[in-house]
T-cell receptor, first 115, second 111 residues
Framework: GAGVSQSPSNKVTEKGKDVELRCDPI?????LYWYRQSLGQGLEFLIY????????KSGLPSDRFSAERTGGSVSTLTIQRTQQEDSAVYLC?????????????FGPGTRLTVT | GQSLEQPSEVTAVEGAIVQINCTYQ??????LSWYQQHDGGAPTFLSY????GLEETGRFSSFLSRSDSYGYLLLQELQMKDSASYFC????????????FGQGTELSVKP
């Protein structure tokens, strides 16, 4: 079946512009996660959704970052007034439920470059 | 808080066995996961240890010792395609579903 998909695959934007990153999780997966990965680094947790609610937003680096999930499916991560330090690969993952989150299915990521 | 430590790089030759260690400091967690990530690719799940001991999946095995705050991933009969980054991760108690990842170990397999 279809895996996790993300769009766009690459995004180049100018400093100060807003960007929207999209994630389509595996159908039926109730849990959805956003991570950020800088070059050669580990994965940094951003936000977690269970259904449409976000019980854990602790990883969002600033109030310029926000995310929503609708219909228990698609999620959008929005970065306002982008800065150069926002450049990274943004990864989305899903799992059937919170209790099975040890096994997360990752999308290919969106590579964001802020110039 | 939680932190996981892994060696940054490991090099081995084809056909050999390599062990990638993960030591952690966490107040409590459900289990230890391992993920593989090829350059430019998405992380993919390899294994999970909920309990102490060894879990074997083909050429890969993973071990956990909660008393020693330590785990490892063992790769046998190394192949060139095993060259990738390997991450350990924990889902901590009272942290919902998020995973806390180590910084990753880059494995280079040489001919």
């Amino acid at each position: 079946g279809a895996g996790v998909s993300q769009s766009p695959s690459n995004k180049v934007t100018e400093k100060g512009k807003d960007v929207e990153l999209r994630c389509d999780p595996i159908s039926g997966h109730t849990a959805l996660y956003w991570y950020r990965q800088s070059l050669g680094q580990g994965l940094e947790f951003l936000i977690y959704f269970q259904g449409n609610s976000a019980p854990d937003k602790s990883g969002l680096p600033s109030d310029r970052f926000s995310a929503e999930r609708t219909g228990g499916s698609v999620s959008t991560l929005t970065i306002q007034r982008t800065q150069q330090e926002d450049s990274a690969v943004y990864l989305c993952a899903s799992s059937p439920a919170r209790d099975s989150s040890y096994e997360q299915y990752f999308g290919p990521g969106t590579r964001l470059t802020v110039t | 808080g939680q932190s996981l430590e892994q060696p940054s790089e490991v090099t081995a030759v084809e056909g050999a066995i390599v062990q990638i260690n993960c030591t952690y400091q966490t107040s409590g967690f459900y289990g230890l996961s391992w993920y593989q990530q090829h350059d430019g690719g998405a992380p993919t799940f390899l294994s999970y240890n909920a309990l102490d001991g060894l879990e074997e999946t083909g050429r890969f095995s993973s071990f956990l010792s909660r008393s020693d705050s330590y785990g490892y991933l063992l790769l046998q009969e190394l192949q060139m395609k095993d060259s990738a980054s390997y991450f350990c991760a924990v889902r901590a108690h009272n942290q919902g579903g998020k995973l806390i990842f180590g910084q990753g170990t880059e494995l280079s397999v040489k001919p």
